[in-house]
Each structure stands twice: as structure tokens, then as C-alpha cells.
């Protein structure tokens, strides 16, 4: 299907991010300047055109959505954008010095990496769906861990960044979790189409978590019916009688489960399949004999 002008329009300031990160990353390969002046220079170019453009869509009222919904432009992205232009500016004047200091300069690739993150944040800035929340996410979060690992001689810079990457795959990973829980349910990533939609599967272990999960937050459903987490300190366990009781109250909101996960891990069902799964009547009631001869051979010990 064609994208309409009025989609790359919207997503102009996303566009001339990327092409001028790739452009900086390539002229920065070929630079041997030990300041890299040229890919300082142009990312602060590149930051100020960012808001030029963002400055001109407001000046004509470019509110919409894109992307067969994917990408939607509105008033409070363009607050979020801005304030991450003129952010990212200020961390790359204020943190040239330090970079030298330190030879944190002699890669050349702090600046790219930095236009990069920026636009994972633009991204899931004007993400609507969980696909394009998740590759802006993915996209800053794996330009952050080369950010933290870049002082190499630096032992403490090096372990930061290994934990940083360890939690960050947990925590995305527990993230496609809810999401897939959230889309078996409701059938659709859309989060408007959620709000609507408003899925009843909330149980919560504290009435923050509970009001996220009623919200559809889907990085919050890995979570345990009761976690820990309540039973820390003398606040968490005087609620623990509370918790309890309204993991209870809402125990029923998970029946809408039952069918969706109807007969997994159960019987012949269990085990990993390799391929489709294909039934096999024989099977089956070979394996039903084994089970009531086992049963029975169990009433005739008891």
C-alpha cells in the first residue's frame, strides 16, 4: 500500500533525524580529527533543524495520524519533542569537555549514538501502538548500553553497561510478555483501541499497580498474583490483610483466561511441539488406557 504525502510529513523531523545520524556516522568514519569537530558541529545542526521542523508543523497545524495509525502527531508530542531537542542540546554542549578529558572521543561515536537514542525517544514519543512504542524503546535502549560502555578502559563504566544490558533484556522481555497477554485478549495493539476496549484482567498487588494494569500496561502483568514486594518494611506488611483481600475480590476477572489457555500443559498437550501440532486419536486413547490403569492401580494399593 502507498504512504500518502501527509504520512512523511508528519514524520519529517523522524526522517531528517535518521538521514543526518547515518550521514554524521558515515563522515565520522572517514574523519581522523581526535575532537571530532565535524560531528559535533553537525549534530547541533541537526538539533536545531529538528526544532525548526517541529516549529513549522505547529505553525501549520500538522496534527494527524500516520502510518495506517502507527505514528500520531499532537500537541503534547510536540511539548515532549521539543523539550528532548533542547535536553539532548544541553547534554552535548555541557558534556564535550568531560568526553575529552577522558578520551571518550577518539571512536567518534558518542554523537551518533546519541542522535540515535534521541530518536527511539521521538519514536515511542509519538508511538500509538505497542509495535512502535517497542522499536522506539528497542532503539534507544540499545544506543544506551553503548553509551554507558564507552569509557572501554574504564572497569566500572564496563560493568554498568553489562548489568544495564542484562536488566534492560529482562525488562523488554517481560514487556513482549504483557504485550502478547494484552493482544490475546483484545485482539489488536492499537492503545486507543484499548482504552476503549479496557481489558478485564487487573489483579494488582498495590492500588498503583492495580490502576496501571486496569490501564492496559502490559510490562506489569508478568507480575505474581501476591509479589513480594508489599512485604517490605512495617507499611508493606500492615497491607498484606488488604492485598490479600483484594487479589480475592478480583480472582474472578481472570476466568476470561480459561478459554483462551483451555487444555495447555495438560495431558498429551504438554511439552514443546516442534511443528503443528497434528491429533492422533490412537494416541490419545492409548494414552487415556495408561492413565486409568495407573489410576487404578493406585486405588488398589490405597
Known amino acids: 500500500?502507498?504512504?500518502?504525502?501527509?504520512?512523511?510529513?508528519?514524520?519529517?523531523?523522524?526522517?531528517?533525524?535518521?538521514?543526518?545520524?547515518?550521514?554524521?556516522?558515515?563522515?565520522?568514519?572517514?574523519?581522523?580529527?581526535?575532537?571530532?569537530?565535524?560531528?559535533?558541529?553537525?549534530?547541533?545542526?541537526?538539533l536545531v533543524g529538528l526544532m525548526l521542523l517541529s516549529g513549522l508543523q505547529i505553525v501549520n497545524g500538522m496534527i494527524g495520524a500516520s502510518f495506517s495509525g502507527l505514528f500520531v502527531v499532537d500537541q503534547l508530542s510536540y511539548v515532549l519533542k521539543i523539550a528532548s531537542y533542547i535536553a539532548v542540546f544541553a547534554t552535548l554542549v555541557y558534556s564535550r569537555e568531560y568526553l575529552q578529558s577522558r578520551d571518550m572521543l577518539r571512536?567518534?561515536?558518542?554523537?551518533?549514538?546519541?542522535?540515535?537514542?534521541?530518536?527511539?525517544?521521538?519514536?515511542?514519543?509519538?508511538?500509538?501502538?505497542?509495535?512502535s512504542i517497542y522499536l522506539g524503546l528497542e532503539l534507544m535502549s540499545l544506543a544506551l548500553y553503548a553509551l554507558v560502555a564507552l569509557r572501554r578502559d574504564h572497569v566500572v563504566s564496563t560493568e554498568a553497561a553489562m548489568?544495564?544490558?542484562?536488566?534492560?533484556?529482562?525488562?523488554?522481555?517481560?514487556?513482549?510478555?504483557?504485550?502478547?497477554?494484552?493482544?490475546g485478549v483484545t485482539g489488536t495493539f492499537d492503545l486507543a483501541a484499548l482504552a476503549e476496549h479496557r481489558p478485564d484482567l487487573a489483579i494488582g498487588t498495590t492500588p498503583v499497580v492495580q490502576k496501571a494494569k486496569e490501564a492496559g500496561i502490559p510490562a506489569l502483568y508478568f507480575t505474581n498474583l501476591i509479589s513480594a514486594r508489599p512485604l517490605m518494611g512495617v507499611a508493606g506488611a500492615g497491607s498484606l490483610a488488604k492485598v490479600v483481600n483484594a487479589a480475592l475480590g478480583n480472582k474472578a476477572r481472570f476466568d476470561s483466561f480459561k478459554e483462551f489457555f483451555a487444555g495447555?500443559?495438560?495431558?498429551?498437550?504438554?511439552?514443546v511441539w516442534e511443528d503443528v501440532p497434528t491429533e492422533h486419536p490412537q494416541f490419545r486413547e492409548q494414552y487415556q488406557k495408561k492413565l486409568a490403569k495407573k489410576a487404578k492401580s493406585t486405588q488398589d494399593i490405597g
Open 1 to 46: 500500500m502507498m504512504q500518502s504525502p501527509f504520512d512523511f510529513a508528519l514524520a519529517a523531523p523522524e526522517i531528517f533525524l535518521l538521514v543526518m545520524g547515518m550521514v554524521i556516522l558515515v563522515l565520522d568514519a572517514l574523519s581522523s580529527d581526535p575532537r571530532r569537530t565535524l560531528a559535533y558541529g553537525l549534530s547541533l545542526f541537526t
Open 107 to 131: 571512536g567518534g561515536e558518542f554523537y551518533v549514538l546519541v542522535l540515535f537514542a534521541l530518536l527511539g525517544q521521538m519514536i515511542m514519543i509519538s508511538g500509538s501502538n505497542f509495535l
Open 163 to 183: 548489568k544495564y544490558f542484562v536488566l534492560g533484556a529482562i525488562a523488554s522481555g517481560s514487556l513482549l510478555y504483557g504485550i502478547s497477554i494484552v493482544y
Open 264 to 271: 495447555v500443559g495438560e495431558g498429551d498437550r504438554a511439552g
